[in-house]
């Protein structure tokens, strides 16, 4: 009985021993590893046949020309009160009207005059003939009132950039659109101060 005890201790013993062993020394691989199946491989996914029919362009058939995308980059300053647009093709400035004008007047400042030279500057720099000025307002007040506005205060831009650039060859597109196209949410003051704007764009590089 005492020797079937001690034999039955002396096995519970090692098991424990062996289970705790094992329990210590068992740790996760520090080396990098991927799914089954994703490993990297040089060789190719599917067999190509360089003779499949379904690779050639039908006969008669021809690519059609390379288009270059146009890629816009667009920086505004800090404030948000300018906003400086360029893609491959056109430059746009949009000028929130608050830096431009007193409230509800089409008269320019002296500081509003001196960013209107220096888009002039770029105006001139880019070679361009043919300007687009286009004013916007919020929807606050009537529809019709902020058509006017625009139109004045779009038109006030113009006398400007007409005079800093003293060119005949340019010739303008002046525009006011009141609340329509509107680039934020009226539904917000921040909003609606974005969407009183003048926007002054032209073609890159044109002449």
């Known amino acids: 009985m005492t020797s079937r005890l001690?034999?039955?201790l002396t096995a519970t013993l090692l098991l424990?021993?062996?289970?705790?062993t094992a329990a210590t020394t068992a740790h996760a691989d520090d080396g990098p590893s991927v799914p089954p199946g994703t490993e990297a491989t040089a060789a190719a996914p599917v067999e190509l046949d360089a003779n499949d029919p379904d690779l050639k362009l039908?006969?008669?058939a021809t690519l059609a020309e390379p288009k270059v995308l146009d890629i816009?980059?667009?920086v505004e300053d800090e404030s948000g009160e300018e906003r400086r647009e360029d893609t491959n093709a056109d430059v746009k400035f949009a000028l929130q009207a608050e830096v431009l004008f007193p409230k509800d007047s089409a008269r320019l400042g002296g500081a509003a005059k001196a960013r209107l030279g220096a888009i002039a500057q770029e105006i001139k720099s880019q070679n361009a003939t043919r300007i687009r000025v286009f004013g916007f307002t919020d929807d606050l007040g009537s529809s019709a009132h902020g058509d006017v506005l625009s139109k004045q205060r779009a038109n006030a831009v113009h006398q400007v950039l007409d005079a800093e650039l003293n060119d005949p060859?340019?010739?303008f597109e002046v525009r006011g659109y009141g609340e329509d196209y509107p680039i934020a949410s009226n539904s917000s003051e921040e909003g609606r101060k974005k969407n009183r704007r003048v926007e002054?764009?032209?073609a890159r590089g044109e002449g």
């Open 200 to 202: 002054v764009s032209f």
């Open 16 to 20: 424990t021993t062996t289970l705790y």
């Open 169 to 171: 060859g340019v010739t």
């Open 58 to 60: 039908p006969e008669g």
């Open 72 to 74: 816009k980059q667009v």
């Open 6 to 8: 001690t034999a039955s």
